[in-house]
């Protein structure tokens, strides 16, 4: 810092010397890993052994995937922080490892075009996830597989619907436009989705009833039958206990 003197005979600072600004540095080639990383990665440009300077560079690599937390341990994302490396050192590098750094074109090529669909959203607060899967649900053929899914549907489409509205909704509503989506193909009286509460949240999903061999049948039936005859056996015995304890004490009481 400079100081000269004032007319009064005091001193005051008039600039300061030495001092670097952002101003007049290199601009940053990715802002997501700050000026000091770019710093070492220009550094690792001046070292001449090709294996020291790999080594170095894993040691940033390191610290680029702290930098970043979303990078996972995955082949395709420790390339692109290779890449990253490469960009910020200009591709003017070498080291000694499977990583190469990108071409003009590979970095400058376009990604492919999304084909999405053109067509209107029929109910927005559904989204048209909600469309496609009815429309999957339309297409299964047993009777029971389809409540499951219109079930499960039913559900998604009720939070949805009390998302937008903080108001309850009627499972008439719900099944009514799951009827309008699939185009009519989804028909399920109202009285089966009552019965079992199909659209109440939070519940388990339905199981589906399993056929039994009458085998299975008749054998319920007989441990049913003993378990009557069982329980019937203990209520005569406890009467007859109940009893010879009555008469004891009436004994007693006469005495």
């Known amino acids: 810092m400079e100081q000269i003197e004032n007319s009064d005979g005091t001193q005051s600072s008039s600039k300061l010397k030495n001092l670097d600004y952002?101003?007049?540095?290199?601009?940053?080639?990715?802002?997501?890993?700050?000026?000091?990383?770019?710093?070492?990665?220009?550094?690792?440009?001046?070292?001449?052994?090709?294996?020291?300077?790999?080594?170095?560079?894993?040691?940033?690599i390191n610290l680029m995937k702290q930098l970043n937390p979303s990078v996972r341990e995955n082949s395709d994302?420790?390339?692109r922080i290779?890449?990253?490396?490469?960009?910020?050192?200009?591709?003017?590098?070498?080291?000694?490892?499977?990583?190469?750094p990108q071409t003009e074109e590979e970095r400058t090529k376009r990604p492919d075009h999304i084909g999405y669909s053109q067509e209107p959203v029929k109910y927005r607060h559904y989204g048209r996830n909600v469309e496609l899967v009815i429309a999957k649900a339309a297409q299964l053929e047993d009777q029971e597989e389809i409540i499951e899914a219109v079930a499960d549907i039913g559900k998604l489409m009720?939070?949805?619907?009390?998302?937008?509205?903080?108001?309850?909704?009627?499972?008439?509503?719900?099944?009514?436009?799951?009827?309008?989506?699939?185009?009519?193909?989804?028909d399920i009286d109202i009285e089966t989705i009552k019965e079992e509460n199909l659209?109440?949240?939070?519940t388990t999903p339905r199981q589906r009833p399993q056929r039994q061999s009458s085998s299975n049948n008749r054998s319920r039936s007989n441990r049913s039958a003993s378990a009557r005859s069982s329980s019937s056996n203990n209520a005569s015995n406890r009467r007859r206990t109940q009893g010879v304890k009555k008469n004891r004490r009436n004994k007693k009481r006469r005495k």
Do not use: C, P
């Open 158 to 186: 009720k939070s949805f619907y009390l998302t937008w509205n903080r108001d309850s909704v009627e499972d008439e509503v719900i099944l009514k436009d799951i009827k309008r989506l699939s185009g009519g193909k989804i």
């Open 22 to 60: 952002n101003t007049q540095r290199n601009a940053l080639v990715l802002k997501e890993y700050g000026r000091n990383m770019q710093n070492m990665v220009r550094h690792l440009k001046t070292i001449e052994d090709v294996k020291e300077r790999t080594r170095a560079a894993e040691t940033l």
């Open 82 to 100: 290779w890449d990253h490396l490469y960009i910020m050192a200009d591709g003017e590098i070498e080291f000694d490892n499977e990583f190469l």
């Open 199 to 202: 659209f109440e949240l939070g």
């Open 77 to 79: 994302n420790i390339h």
